[in-house]
């Protein structure tokens, strides 16, 4: 199978060009990402499910929970919470655009920005994932997307959706930092290959293998402000960030701050290995 794409040179799009298919490209993205994902959260956030009686039995593996998820709310309730994750694209672009016309911001500035706008679908995401059929009262907890927020901001008000916020902002420059010491440090791995394909694996490779050790170091921060969502509208909540830190490692072991990574890294190595595909077997220009 060949590519029309890699056969010609690349032209430059149009900005609606390139608006449409960045849109196309995450929505796709997001579809093959949630079903990672909904685990990830699921065998991440599970004591907070076990604790608010949704669940009885803690899941005893990443296959555990997919078998469980799969027998009692059937195989599309993989992609439940995926809406939250495709709309968050379009916030943040505005963002971008906004920004970048401005001429003023800094990355970080950008960052920031993008966080606080993005963060509310995000909150709801996290709640919509683990949001399993109790087995205490054989309901859900939301009814949707809308009803998260109109829940959360009844009960605890805009701060129950910017829950775990700070750790959050703490976790995305962390991990960019990290990201970039690693590239820096290693970057005399990085071997030109003898044909421009051999070339192109061993970038896609070593970036693959900087971005999975960006995600191992920083992970706990996820699993942290995770947490700290799944109490924002509970009665029994975590004092802060560093109270929830200390109760994670007392009651469950410090390896649990890395709860999910696996389905994690698994993931970006499918995702990286779609974009490849859509880019050069769906990309217009």
């Known amino acids: 199978m060949t590519s029309n794409n890699t056969d010609k040179p690349r032209r430059s799009p149009s900005p609606s060009e390139f608006l449409l298919y960045s849109a196309f490209s995450h929505c796709m993205l997001k579809i093959f990402e949630n079903p990672f994902e909904r685990l990830r959260l699921l065998y991440q956030?599970?004591?907070e499910l076990l604790k608010a009686g949704s669940l009885s039995t803690p899941y005893h593996s990443l296959f555990d929970c997919a078998k469980r998820i799969a027998k009692t709310e059937g195989l599309?309730?993989?992609?439940?919470?995926?809406?939250?994750?495709?709309?968050?694209?379009?916030?943040?672009?505005?963002?971008n655009v906004i920004l970048n016309s401005s001429g003023l911001p800094q990355p970080w500035f950008m960052g920031t920005a993008q966080l606080v706008i993005s963060y509310p679908l995000d909150y709801v995401k996290t709640r919509l994932l683990c949001d399993i059929i109790s087995e205490k009262t054989g309901k859900r907890m939301f009814n949707g997307m809308i009803d998260c927020f109109s829940q959360t901001l009844r009960i605890a008000g805009l701060r129950g959706i910017f829950q775990g916020f700070l750790v959050s902002l703490i976790a995305t420059y962390a991990y960019r930092f990290v990201f970039q010491f690693v590239w820096e440090k290693l970057a005399f791995l990085k071997q030109e290959g003898k044909t421009k394909k051999q070339s192109e694996m061993n970038n896609f490779l070593f970036a693959w293998f900087v971005t999975v050790s960006a995600i191992t170091v920083t992970y706990p921060f996820d699993t942290i402000r995770r947490r700290l969502i799944m109490t924002a509208i509970e009665p029994t909540k975590y004092i802060n960030?560093?109270?929830?830190?200390?109760?994670?490692?007392?009651?469950?072991?410090?390896?649990?701050?890395?709860?999910?990574?696996s389905v994690h890294i698994l993931k970006t190595g499918v995702l990286a290995g779609v974009g490849v595909l859509l880019d050069n077997y769906i990309r217009p220009y």
Do not use: H, Y
Not at 76 to 95: A, E
Not at 248 to 260: H, M, Q, R, S, Y
């Open 45 to 47: 956030c599970q004591s």
């Open 76 to 95: 599309f309730s993989f992609w439940k919470g995926t809406l939250p994750s495709i709309i968050r694209f379009f916030p943040t672009q505005l963002v």
């Open 241 to 261: 960030t560093i109270d929830c830190t200390m109760q994670i490692i007392k009651n469950e072991g410090l390896t649990a701050l890395w709860n999910g990574l």
